[in-house]
């Protein structure tokens, strides 16, 4: 390489560096001081009245609730789709990828009209679920449904690709010697999919916690009985609290941050016994 395009090519990473840092700061960083700002524009006291109130505690709970629920089914359906889909060959598997690709297609807010046309007073299963004294719509189940929905494919489609790559040549090695099936999985399988698991649930927590389409239909917005963050936050807005709503809004930034710096611990450790391996 001569000199003149050596110089050239530095030019050029330096603008597009300076291009993609000017872009996160307008769209990331500039969003999130605004969000501080505008959370403590009233001072602390008017920020701890608006993080502690009781209607705030309740969504937060809601929310940490969904996202629990969602994360544990989710984890149980992630790593049994993502082992059937790697390890057997069957009629309908390409069906069944695209079944679980599903929410990524669909906005959340048809999935929460699906629910309603499925469970609620219109709904097929409506008199089934009253016979039970069992209420989807406009209550916590609800909530956690439409959660679960909008996130059962993310720790299946974080595993999927690395089973893949790993083969079955262990596994099929482990069984010939009379290993059971659990141990075999525990053993064998689990220690090379653990870094990918971890990040599909990581994944799935922060979309949980930021869910609002689905759950905003499902919810009825019966404050402090089905409203999430996501929700009183655009109520607390919709009746121009707009520092209450800021300081509500703080609680999932600092969630979401959280999530970031465990999401970076991550990729880092897995790259560390990737390269180990």
């Not at 059937?84 to 069944?96: E, S």
């Not at 406009?138 to 909530?143: E, L």
């Not at 449904?145 to 893949?164: A, D, H, K, W």
Request: net charge positive; aromatic share 12%.
């Amino acid at each position: 390489m001569t000199k003149q395009n050596h110089s050239e090519s530095k030019l050029v990473q330096r603008i597009l560096i300076a291009i993609s840092m000017l872009f996160l700061f307008i769209m990331l960083v500039m969003p999130l001081v605004v969000v501080v700002k505008e959370a403590l524009g009233k001072g602390l006291l008017a920020y701890r009245e608006a993080v502690t109130d009781e209607y705030t505690i309740k969504a937060l709970l809601l929310t940490l609730e969904a996202t629990v629920a969602a994360v544990v089914i989710n984890t149980i359906f992630g790593i049994f789709a993502a082992w059937t889909i790697t390890k057997y060959h069957f009629r309908g598997k390409k069906i069944l990828t695209t079944l679980i690709d599903i929410p990524f297609a669909i906005s959340p807010i048809i999935a929460g009209l699906i629910f309603i046309l499925t469970f609620g007073r219109i709904g097929w299963a409506y008199d089934i679920l009253q016979q039970w004294d069992i209420k989807i719509v406009f209550a916590v189940p609800g909530i956690i449904l439409g959660t679960i929905f909008v996130t059962f494919p993310f720790i299946s489609r974080e595993i999927i690709p690395v089973l893949n790559a790993q083969g079955k040549d262990q596994e099929e090695a482990a069984a010939l010697m009379g290993a059971g099936g659990f141990k075999i999985f525990w053993k064998i399988t689990f220690p090379q999919i653990k870094w990918a698991f971890v990040y599909g649930v990581i994944l799935c927590s922060a979309r949980a916690m930021g869910e609002f389409g689905a759950v905003s239909v499902l919810s009825g917005h019966l404050r402090g009985k089905t409203n999430t963050l996501p929700l009183h936050v655009e109520i607390l807005y919709s009746e121009f609290k707009f520092n209450s709503a800021f300081a509500v809004s703080s609680i999932l930034v600092v969630l979401a941050v959280v999530i970031l710096i465990v999401r970076n611990i991550v990729e880092y450790k897995g790259k560390k016994a990737g390269e180990k391996i």
